[in-house]
Structures are given as C-alpha cells and as structure tokens.
C-alpha cells in the first residue's frame, strides 16, 4: 500500500514527491562534515609495534594525531576470498550499536588462516590465498589486492573521519540559553547567533563544529544528547567504471557520480510520490556495492544500520562532466577508477571486502554473511491480485469468481488497511467481513490464498488488545524522555512496538497464533507496510532519531534495520501457526541486509506512469544484486489511473519479475485485468499464463538460489561479465541463466531493441523459435501482444503448459522440456521439485534432475531423490530448437528398455516435438535423435 | 410433462454414455468412433484412434483431448443427469475441484466428488420458475408502462406541434402590440424628459442660490474685522488652509486661496473664491469638533459602528436639503402614460403567452428528447425517485434526472451524477444507465453512477456500493426490464453447445 499522503491532503493535485519533506545532505550535520573533507593526507596513522596477530586476522592500535584519539583496527581473514576490516574506538564512553550477530550476519563469519608477510617500509602485507592486504601505517591506508592486482583501496584519499565519543562541552554554546529559551530559540536569527558562537568556539579549541550537539529540520529538534559519532572513509575501486547496488533508489541499475547531486543515502523513508533517476533515500537499505569491470567483481558491504550516505566519483564519468582538458591535452591515458565515500551517522566501521572474482562468487560470498532468500512456497511466485482495497466478502468473492470466468489464473488475493476494524490490525470490520473464515475457506477450496495487512503501528486505544497489551508490558519504543512514543499514522495516534527486542518479537509472534488472530485461517499470509517505521507527523515521516528503544538505542543508531525486525517477526509468528512446517510468505516495504531470510519486497509506493514501469527493471535488479532475490514492483502502478497499453504492457513485464503483484491506490479506478477491454485481457491472460508456465524454471532457479545467493532476476553482466556493452544495461535482464526479457516499457511502441549478448551465443525468441545471433542489438517487432522473451541456446527450460486456476492446482501436471540447441548442439537444464510448499525439501524430500542433450541424446539424470519422496508429475512433452535436420526415428531408453517416440519436425523453424514420452520424471533415461 | 422429458433425454444419454469418448457430448458423438482415425473437429488434420484421451494434446483445436486436460483450449461435456448437461473448459478436468455436478471431471482420484445435479437442478428449475413467474408478472407491468408511456409520448409530441404552430401566432401578436408600444411610447417618453429636464434645470438655480447664501455666511465669518474684506491674513486663523501640513497656515498658503490676491470682497468671493474653498473651509462650530475629535482617532476608527454612526448622522442632513420632489407631471403628459401603460399592460399579456408556450415546448422537448426504451416503458420511471439506506447512507435514484447519497446520521446530499445515457452493452444498452458529472472528488474525477437494471414487480433500488473510488453502483429493479417469458416448452433444448 501507501503512503504517508495523509498530511499532504491540502496540497491538491501536486502529483509529485514533496522534497523539503526530506533532509538533502546540507539539512543533516554529519553529511555535510564528512562531505566537506578533502582528499588529502590522513590524520590517522597505525602502529606496526602495536600488531598482535591472530590465526585468522590481526590487529592494531590506530592514533588520529590531531586528537590524540585511539582506536583499534583489525582485519580479518574470512573464507572464500572474503576479509573483513573494523575500525573502533579503543576507550568509548559509550558503546557503540552493532547489529548482533545472527540478526544480520548469520553467524560469526568463518575465518582462514591470515599470513603475515612481513614489514617494508610502513608496509605490512598480509597473504591470504592469491590475495593480499597491504597496510599502510602512516598515514594510514588499506590497499587490497587480487592475484596481484589491486582491487580496493581504503583510506586511500584521506578521507576517513571517526568521530569519537565525547563528554558533552560544559558550556557549549546551544546551552548558554536556558532550557526556556532554548525552547524558542528556533527562530532564525536565533540560530544563526548559535551558529556565530559555535564558529568563535571552534577556533579556540577542539573543531566543535554546528549541528554537534543539536539539529533543527523544519519544526523538529533533534536533541542529540551523545554528540557527534558520525564514522566515515573513502573506498576505491582500481580499475572499474561501474558500480551497483546499495539500494533503494529509484535509479539506473548502473549507480551515477554524485558530484553535483547529493550523496546516495540509505534511510529507510517513506517517500510519497517518489520522484525517479536521483539519489534519494527510499523504503529501505542494503549498504552493499558491487564493482565490476571486465576482469572481476568484487563486493564491498558497509555493515551499519544507522543513516549512511555514499559519495561517488569517477575519473571516467566526471570527466565528461568537468571535460578535463589536461588529459585531453597530454593524451592521459589513465586507469578508469572510481572513488566511493561511504558515511554513516553512528556504529563502528565494519567493512566486508569480497573479491569474487566473478560476480556470482560474490553473491556467494555475500549470500555466506547474511544469508539467502529461501524457497518461496510456489504460490508466492505465482501472480497476486491486490488492490486498496476490497470492500467486503462479496467484492473478494466477485473478483475470485471474475477470475475463473475469464479463465485468468491468480493464487492470491490480498485486502488492505480497510479490512480491519478501524486499523487495528488483526481485527476485521465485522460489517464489512463478517464471516472471514468462510471467505478463506471458499478462496482455499481453489488452492488460493490471502494476504492481509499488518502494520506495526497500534492504535492507542486502551480496548485495543494488541496495543494495550504491548503498552502494559512495555514493549513499545520510548520518546527521549522515556515516556511511550506517540505518533501518527493511519489510525491516528499509535504506538510502535520495540522490535530490536527477541521478546518483543516473539510476543508479536504469537499474535498470529489462530487463538490471537481471529478469523484468520492457515492460508492467510500477512504484508507488513509503513514499517520504515512511517509516522506521519515525526520529521521527515519517520521516528524521532532521538527516541529511545528497550535496549537503550537511540533510533539514529538502529533505524535502518527496524523494519526487518519487524517482518521477521511476521515471519517466525507465520511459521509458529505450523510449527515450521509449512513454508510462509510476507511481503515487506521496509528492508535491511538480511531481509531477504524473512520477507519479499516491493518497491513501495510507484505510479502508473510509463517512467515507473521503465524504473521497475533496474530497481528489482538492485535489490537482486543485494540477495533480495524476491522483489518487484507494483503492476499497473499504485497511484492514478493508467490507460490500458500500460496496464497491459506492465503485467507482460511484471510476469517476467520475481514477485508478481498488481496493486491500486483507494483513489483509482477498479483495473482487475478482465474489466479492460477484450484485446487486452486476452493479452494479459496470456502473459499471467506465460508466468504460470515457466514457474517450474522460477522455482528451481529460486532454489538453486537459496543454496548460493545468485540473483534470480539478472543484470546481463552478471552472465556475461567480460561483455563490456551489457554494464550499463538495464532494460534487458536474464531470469537465471536461460531466459533474457525485454519488456516493452515505452508508450504506443511496436518495436524493441534487444540487446543480445554472448559472443557465438544463438537466442531464440520463446514463442517464434526465430533465432538472434549473440552480441547484437536487434530492433524486434513487439506488437501489444509480444514480450520479447528469448532462451539461450544451450539450455534446457522444464514448464509446465497446462495452465490452471492457481498453482497449486498444477502440482501434478506433467512437464514439457524446452531444449534450445546451441551452435555445438549442446543444451543442460535442470528441475527442482518437491511437494512445492513445506520445509521438508531441507530433509531431503525433494528431486533434483539434470538434463542434458549432446551427441543428439538428451540426457535425464536424477542427481538426488529424497527417501520416500514421490511425484505423479511425467513428461508429456520435449521440444528441441536448433536442429537442423529431421530425426529418421526418435527413441527413448529407459532401464534397459527401448521405445520409439512419435514426433513432429518444422523444417522452416528447425524445431522438433517428441510426443508423450510419459516416464514419470524422477527418473533416469536418455531419448535419442537418429 | 417437463421433468418426464428430462428423464428420457437423461436416459439416452446414458444409453450412449459407454459408446463416446470421456467429455464428449451426444451431439458430438458421432464424430468420434472408435477405431478409426480422429479427424479434429474444427483444425482438421488426422491422428490415430488411440490418441484421443490419451492425455496428450494433437489437435490444434484441442479436440482430440475432450476428456483430458492436455489441451489449454479444449472443452469437456459434462452429462449431469438430473440437472444440465454443460462445457467446462478442459483445464479444469482433473484439477482437484468439482466443476460439473456430476464430478465426472475429477476421475484421477485426487478428490471425490459426490453427484449433486439433482440437488442443483431442482434448485435451478425452482429459481427459473421462479424467474418465470417474476418475469411473468413483471411483464404484465411492463405491458401498461409500455401503454402509458406510448400515450404519454403520443400526447406530448401532439402538445408539441399544436404549441408550435400556436407560437407563431402568440408571437406575431405580440410583435404587433409592440410596434403599438413603441407608437405610444415615442411622445410619452418625449414628454417625460422634457418634464424632467426643466425640474432639473430648476433644482441648479436653486442650488446656486443656496450656494451663495453659504459663501455670504462664510465670507461674513471669515471677515473677521467685519471691513468686508477677506483677507489673507484672516485666512491664516483657519488651520484647514494649511496645505502642506505643517501646522500653521503660510501666507503664501492664505494667499493661494485668495486667487493670489491679499484680500477679496463679496461678489469676488462667491465668484471665484468659494468654489475652491467650500470643500475646505470649516466653519468655526465644526473645527473646534474636529479638534476635539483628533486625539482619539485611533479609537474612534477602531470601532466600526462609531464610524457608521458618523456618516448617518452627516448625510440626512445634506439629503434633507436636497431632497425636493419632482412636481407631478403636467396634464398633457399624464395622459399619454396613461394611454402607454394599457398598451403596455396588453402588451406584458402577450409576451407572457408566448413564454408560457416556450416554456412548455422546452419541457416537451426535453421529455422527448430522452430515450425511453423501445417501447417507451421506462418513461414511467421519469419524475419519480427511489431511496436505500445502508450502514451508512441513503442512496437516492431519481430517473433519468440525478443520484446522491447522504450520510444515513444526517447532514448535506452529495450528488453522484446527473442523468447522462443508456450504459448497457451494445447489444442491450438498456441493460444500465449512466449518471455523470456529478461532485467532484479531490485528487479525482467526478463522482459518477452506473445503474444496472434488473426485472422486477416493482421499482425499487435494491443496492449501492462504490468499486472504484467515487464510481458508484446502483442495481435497480423494475417491471420495464421485465421480458416477455419464453413459453414454458422448449427449454432445455439448450442442454448442449
């Protein structure tokens, strides 16, 4: 759902994101102090006679001069080309936040054997494997390198800035007032006096700079009572011109030099009506960069869960925007390199380096930190029907039953904030749902699902359980005087419980228990929204950065990673209802590193314009490439009222992303597919059915996924990472490694460029078996009715073509191969299956089949079949594209049997159809072509 | 006589239900014999006997599968005996789900399905009869709605051409008393002007004369030394001559007034003098007010009812003065108002006929112009309005004029369209009506209702909701969608596609 409109409603028809709502980098102090270093010789500097070296890592003591500061810094080796540097304060007054391990680190990171080699000069080396960190003392300086080559450089301009704790100045300047004045000393001419005082300050002693020890954005204070902490330091990446990652933005996959915008900021806002291609914070965080070029990707992933912003320069890029005529001049053939300056407000710095070297041994790498997306239970992968909102039972049962009329399969209906009494989440309107259990029932008897809303916001109302019970237990989040928070969103004044907390989260667990959540039912799954945390009249629609949570945190120091506390609360209190057994979905807004454990995500509140349809593919790869795997955007858009060539044009693109949702705003005209007219409801039945019967490949590319983090929805370079043209693509993607899609995301087009890559590499449209040469961009014909979806030859695509009113009801349906032959007449291929909605896959119960065809056999081969586990599913059908010539005869051997196929050969086409093989398909056999 | 049909129609399907293929209806029997090669029905190629319903789909047209799910286009035939032979689209057999009241498409033992078509065509026929006789009834209505509202179509378009042809008449009378207004009305205004020019003429002299009264007096106070000369500085005591406001009244200043002389006598004075002055000149009673007014400005101005009570206590004073009347007119012209206003009067006679008659043809036209169905039945709807209330308001239809809701607690109407056209599909545009422009909504359209029309024995709005935001829906009730019922022989002839 939505937004924080509510106290824009006066401002009429301003149809886009009401930026002074938001602190740019000049409103927020920290920004503006690390911003303004320049590049230059660093104050810190190491001591080498201080090293103690551990089996795996190594530390030293670390004095900024200035200050006569100590910290500690040590440097970890970690498996699989991964080291790990933290820089910390040696004699804190005060402990400094870092999420516990288990909450966004798995676990504590396995560590590999870190040799010294040895001192030269103010040089420390360390080996581990075919890489090395050098270290230099003074000033201080990180360089690491791979297989010789340097990768990433710390410190390498300077500009790292630890601000260390501090008691508070006797007499600082805000405090000469007493509190009264201080009170109303909001007014202008009144802070610039403080401003004045704080710069004579400054001069005479340590930099006491403005905006230390208070902040004022618009109306709100901000009352810092700990003082500057902010962290900061520059990383850079030799060699590269591309960077991606750190989502949420809503920008090109490709991230952009920051040099005449503001940082990239990660802090989880709710934004309404955002605005696209700029560096804005958005719903959620995810502090990881990957950086790639030719040669290697490697990650970087800044482990901080307080406000952080990232600078970006290029030597390359910006360039072009300051023409440096020098170069231009002395012909300067320099390496491209880009420079990255990360800062956060509080925490420690905590940097994971991880070398790759290609990109999915960083995925890997990552995915071995924080985790990967389990396997979705296979409706959650199938396509969602929501809408804000549905009124009552029969508006629900009208559109289920409006479904099966017009043939249009859904798995899952979703009701908004309306459904419940008043916004108490966990209720129903009894009005309007009176008998919510019989809905459920009658929606399951189809195998379909509901998901409802559940927002962390309580309504303050002494007779609302759920509030009352939070408040008398106190598990809500204190304002910074300590009483309980009080802020507004949708149910007027609430109360947010303290999620940081493991017994908070537990007791918001059981709230789902059948017991707690009446009129709930075993297939009701929830979609926690507004968990940033949004609260309409707190700055910048967000908590207070002062206020307190149970564990004595200040919000500033753990805002970021609030809202994944809550889905995986959502998300343990779903999977309590079956005692683990059965797999369960939530949808989140709000997203931290590790999200991907817990929930799916969407791109929060988008709009039903060409431009956010556009901006849909490079966002979901981000939050891909960050092991988010399971995300997508809101189809059709969520506010206004698209015309029915983007609503059309949008579920074609939608049933090519990971989550398959459309959703509408309160305000917008009904859009549920079969109201258009009848050209495009054919059109859109037949992209849904398109998803349905690829979900055999979704399924098993998300559970190859959960073993190694791989992004399901892929960037081209990640599949072809030496391809130079593909980096700044993001209108084309792989769905694994098979499929590459270009949705069609421009107003009355007829026609796409495809960009195909792969030097050699043969492609064949999905639907025509038309073939694409490798390393190309084609202009193809793309009529309203067409996706350009293409499969790479040399794979092996199992489907599913029987398209059935949910996706459970195809649990049994037999399977048709795809082989697309490549120019060697090679394809492999693989399918994973199981009884696609328990835990019981992690016991083994599950089958795993690899196919592959050579020498004009195609091979199947069941590389693993659980003990006791079953199917009824066979093959009914193989399809091999790219063969030249027709087959004499077609046999297929199994267990010492021989049997001849019937088939059918399309010589303009070059496609071959084996009928009915009918082996049941967990099994092993081979069908040759002779 | 209708159940024993059913029963034999059930019972020779059954009697071929053994020969034909799983899904394959009576009708379609004959198509499909065994043993020899399948010709696909529509697609027509050829394949052999053994790959019907052998779960794998060859036809391009699906047919090859009618008893299978192996083709995503292809149909089943359910027999359900005891109710009504039906299609189910070929994706729904074996899927888990009971879809034809037989349960015949579920036979792979994933689900048992009882055989519930007794139940359900018992309960179908009773709704249908039941729908029969609504119709039945609700037609006998429609009859006399279609009567009346032909009549009443009949009488207005008659009404209409009779106003018509009427109004050219009505019109040229009036035009031709108005030729004779004009006539009388020429010396008749000739005559009122002349009147009034010379009451006017009159008042000026009058007024110059008062004019000069007020100069002596001024001039007699002015004249302080009384040597019947006003000279400058006599002029000086009165502060109001003080132009540039610097507290005291220059002698350049009392001179500029003078006509730049040093003194002035009578005759100059109200010649020249007092025209420039008379706006300025204060006499000594109200200077000394204004004096003791000036301190206390600010309070003054601050209340807005001193300051109105200041300017009526000023005003009837002058208005008093001046307030002399016109002397009636003299004989001559009163007799040609009179003679004007009967031609008037015969004249406002007229034009009111041929307004009355306007009036009446647009309400005629505007009836007519609205498209009461084809036979006219819905125009007894016209004029009339119908209400619901639910949990939280009161809807209110009125035909063919307008729709809005008020909140059931009280409190304003909102209008939710004016009447706007049929809104029913092509083929049966009288199936839903459409009410637009009505309020608008923020950040939205305006608010609009689509009516869908049901048959019923009474007119009635049976239900309100709002699908979209500010798209409103009404279903209504009425004998005038009410169709004629089929004869009650002949109906299950739809038994099969």
Same mark, same amino acid.
């Given at each position: ?18 930026? $002074? ?92 054997? !870190?040799?010294?080699? #040895?001192?030269?000069?103010?040089? !420390? ?43 508070? *100045? &006797? ?103 955002? $605005? ?26 800044? +482990? ?13 890029? $910006? ?12 012909? %300067? ?108 029932? %009658? ?24 509030? @009352? ?5 106190? !598990? ?10 009080? #802020? ?39 979609? %926690? ?20 949570? +149970? ?30 057994? &059965? ?41 891909? =490439? ?111 490694? @098979? ?91 693989? =399918? ?33 079949? #659980? ?28 267990? /010492? ?34 | 006589?209708?159940?024993? !049909? ?252 003078? $006509? ?126 119908? &209400? ?67 048959? /019923? ?27 004629? *019922? ?12």
């Amino acid at each position: 759902m939505k937004v924080a409109g509510f106290f824009l409603l006066g401002l009429a028809s301003v149809f886009s994101v009401q930026r $002074d709502n938001f602190r740019t980098c000049d409103n927020v102090g920290f920004c503006k102090r690390h911003r303004a270093l320049e590049p230059g010789t660093s104050s810190y500097a190491a001591s080498a006679s201080s090293m103690k070296l551990n089996p795996t890592s190594v530390s030293l003591d670390v004095l900024e001069k200035k200050s006569d500061v100590k910290f500690t810094l040590t440097i970890f080796g970690l498996k699989d080309n991964t080291f790990r540097i933290r820089l910390e304060e040696k004699d804190a007054m005060r402990k400094r936040y870092e999420p516990p391990v288990g909450d966004v680190l798995i676990k504590v990171p396995e560590g590999e054997e !870190l040799k010294y080699n #040895g001192q030269s000069g103010n040089q !420390l080396t360390f080996n581990k494997g075919t890489s090395r960190v050098v270290l230099t003392t003074e000033p201080l300086r990180i360089d690491v390198y791979s297989d010789d080559d340097p990768v990433i450089s710390i410190n390498s301009q300077g500009l790292l800035k630890f601000e260390h704790t501090r008691p508070k *100045p &006797e007499a600082p300047p805000a405090e000469n007032q007493d509190e009264e004045n201080k009170e109303e000393a909001q007014e202008g001419e009144e802070e610039q006096q403080k401003e004045e005082e704080v710069k004579e300050e400054e001069v005479k002693a340590e930099p006491e700079e403005p905006d230390m020890w208070e902040e004022t954005f618009k109306s709100h204070t901000d009352s810092k009572p700990f003082g500057p902490t902010s962290i900061g330091v520059d990383i850079s990446f030799p060699g590269v011109e591309h960077v991606y990652g750190i989502p949420e933005h809503a920008d090109s996959l490709a991230l952009k030099t920051t040099k005449t915008t503001d940082p990239y900021r990660l802090y989880n806002l709710d934004v309404f009506e955002y $605005d696209l291609y700029n560096p804005m914070a958005l719903y959620g965080a995810v502090p990881l960069m990957l950086a790639h070029n030719e040669k290697r990707t490697v990650g970087v992933f800044w +482990l901080n869960a307080a406000e952080t912003w990232v600078d970006i320069s290029s030597n390359v890029a $910006d360039k072009s925007i300051f023409s440096n005529l020098a170069d231009f001049v002395t012909g %300067n053939n320099e390496i491209p390199q880009t420079d990255t300056h990360w800062f956060s407000e509080s925490g420690v710095i905590d940097v994971f380096l991880m070398l790759g070297p290609g990109p999915k041994d960083v995925f890997r790498q990552y995915a071995a930190l924080t985790g990967t997306t389990p396997l979705p239970p296979l409706f959650s992968i199938s396509y969602h029907q929501c809408r804000w909102n549905y009124n009552d039972q029969d508006d629900v049962r009208t559109v289920d039953e409006n479904f099966d009329k017009f043939d249009i399969p859904y798995d899952v209906i979703w009701l908004d904030i309306e459904h419940t009494d008043g916004k108490r989440y966990f209720t129903w309107d009894a009005a309007k749902f009176p008998n919510s259990i019989e809905m459920l029932r %009658n929606i399951s008897s189809k195998g379909r699902k509901m998901v409802t809303i559940v927002d962390p916001h309580l309504k303050r109302d002494d007779n609302y359980k759920v509030f @009352a019970e939070a408040r008398d237990k106190g !598990l809500l989040i204190k304002n910074k005087d300590g009483g309980d928070f009080d #802020g507004w969103c949708w149910p007027g004044s609430s109360g947010w419980p303290d999620f940081l907390e493991k017994h908070v989260r537990d007791w918001w667990a059981d709230k789902f228990s059948a017991s707690e959540y009446v009129g709930s039912a075993p297939n009701l799954y929830v979609w %926690n929204d507004m968990n940033e945390p949004s609260v309409f009249n707190a700055p910048e629609i967000t908590v207070n950065r002062d206020i307190k949570h +149970l564990g004595g945190w200040e919000n500033r120091e753990v805002h970021n990673i609030y809202g994944m506390y809550v889905h995986e609360a959502t998300m343990d209190g779903l999977l309590k209802r079956t005692n683990y057994q &059965e797999r369960a979905f939530v949808l989140t807004r709000a997203f931290f590193a590790g999200t991907q454990r817990t929930a799916a995500v969407w791109t929060g509140d988008n709009m039903g314009e060409w431009s956010h349809l556009k901006i849909s593919n490079p966002m979901i790869m981000s939050l891909n =490439l960050v092991g988010i795997t399971f995300s997508g955007a809101d189809v059709g858009g969520f506010f206004r009222n698209p015309d029915n060539e983007l609503v059309t044009r949008w579920y074609q693109a939608g049933a090519f992303q990971p989550f398959f949702r459309a959703h509408a705003h309160l305000d917008t005209k009904r859009r549920e597919p079969y109201l258009l007219p009848d050209e495009n409801v054919k059109v859109i039945r037949e992209a849904i059915r398109a998803r349905y019967t690829y979900l055999p490949y979704w399924y098993t590319e998300f559970f190859t996924s959960e073993k190694d983090g791989a992004a399901v929805m892929r960037p081209l370079w990640v599949e072809f990472p030496k391809e130079k043209a593909t980096f700044g693509i993001d209108d084309n993607y792989m769905i694994g490694s @098979a499929l590459l899609v270009r949705p069609v995301t421009d107003q009355g087009a007829t026609n796409a460029n495809v960009y195909f890559p792969g030097a050699g590499e043969v492609w064949y449209d999905v639907e025509t078996y038309q073939t694409y040469k490798g390393q190309q961009e084609v202009n193809v014909q793309a009529p309203l009715s067409k996706i350009p979806v293409y499969q790479k030859g040399g794979t092996i695509i199992p489907r599913k073509m029987r398209p059935r009113r949910s996706s459970t009801l195809m649990f049994d349906d037999p399977f048709t191969l795809v082989v697309a032959l490549d120019p060697k007449q090679e394809a492999n291929g693989q =399918l994973f299956i199981d009884d696609y909605r328990t835990f019981k896959y992690r016991d083994g119960a599950y089958g795993f089949i690899k196919y592959s065809f050579t020498s004009h056999k195609l091979h199947s081969n069941v590389e693993h079949q #659980g003990s006791g586990f079953t199917t009824k599913e066979w093959l009914e059908r193989v399809i091999v594209v790219g063969l030249p010539h027709e087959p004499r005869k077609v046999t297929l051997h199994q267990s /010492g049997q021989t049997k001849e196929l019937i088939f059918t050969y399309d010589s303009t086409t070059h496609v071959l159809i084996i009928r009915k093989p009918g082996v049941n398909i967990l099994q092993n056999w081979t069908i040759s072509l002779h | 006589m209708f159940y024993k !049909l059913l029963l034999i129609l059930s019972l020779s399907f059954f009697a071929q239900a053994a020969e034909r293929p799983r899904g394959v209806s009576s009708a379609k029997a004959s198509f499909y014999q065994p043993g020899k090669d399948f010709k696909c029905l529509t697609s027509g190629e050829t394949v052999p006997w053994e790959f019907v319903n052998d779960d794998y789909c060859d036809c391009k047209d699906g047919t090859d599968e009618p008893g299978t799910s192996a083709c995503a286009n292809g149909f089943f035939f359910c027999e359900n005996r005891g109710h009504r032979g039906s299609y189910i689209i070929s994706s729904r057999v074996n899927d888990g789900i009971c879809d034809c009241c037989d349960g015949s498409d579920e036979f792979d033992e994933k689900i048992k399905c009882g055989n519930t078509c007794d139940e359900i065509g018992r309960k179908e026929r009773e709704e249908r009869e039941a729908f029969r006789q609504l119709q039945e009834q609700g037609y006998k209505i429609k009859q006399e709605y279609m009567q009346q509202g032909k009549r009443a179509k009949d009488e207005k378009r008659a009404r209409l051409s009779e106003l018509e042809k009427q109004m050219a008449e009505l019109t040229a009378a009036r035009d031709e008393i108005q030729t004779r207004k004009d006539e009388v009305e020429a010396p008749e205004t000739e005559a009122k002007e002349r009147h009034q020019k010379a009451w006017e003429e009159l008042k000026a002299a009058r007024q110059a004369e008062k004019d000069r009264v007020k100069a002596a007096h001024a001039f007699a106070e002015l004249d302080a030394n009384r040597d019947n000369v006003v000279d400058y500085p006599e002029m000086q005591k009165h502060l109001e001559f003080d132009i540039d406001s610097d507290g005291t009244v220059s002698v350049e200043e009392a001179r500029e007034y003078l $006509d730049d002389s040093d003194g002035v006598d009578l005759a100059k004075f109200q010649d020249k003098i007092w025209t420039n002055i008379k706006d300025i000149y204060k006499p000594p009673a109200e200077a000394q007010e204004t004096k003791e007014a000036l301190p206390d400005e600010d309070v003054a101005t601050g209340s807005q009812d001193e300051e109105d009570r200041g300017e009526d206590s000023a005003k009837p004073k002058e208005a008093g003065e001046e307030e002399e009347k016109m002397p009636p007119y003299d004989e001559e012209t009163q007799k040609l108002i009179e003679a004007a206003d009967v031609v008037r009067k015969e004249y406002d006679e007229a034009a009111d006929k041929v307004k009355d008659a306007e009036n009446e043809v647009n309400g005629l036209k505007k009836y007519l112009e609205v498209d009461y169905g084809p036979d006219e039945e819905f125009s007894a709807l016209r004029d009339q309005c119908f &209400e619901l209330t639910d949990r939280e308001y009161t809807y209110k239809l009125c035909a063919f004029d307008k729709s809005s809701q008020r909140p059931k607690a009280g409190g304003i109407e909102t209008s939710l369209g004016k009447w706007g056209h049929w809104y029913g599909p092509e083929e049966d545009k009288y199936d839903a009506m459409k009410y637009e422009n009505g309020q608008s909504c923020w950040n939205g359209p305006s608010r609009s209702t689509h009516v869908n029309l049901h048959c /019923g024995v009474e007119n009635k709005l049976t239900g309100a909701s709002e699908p979209s935001r500010c798209e409103y829906q009404f279903e209504f009730t009425t004998p005038a969608r009410c169709k004629q *019922p089929e004869p009650v022989t002949g109906q299950h002839q739809h038994t099969e596609l």
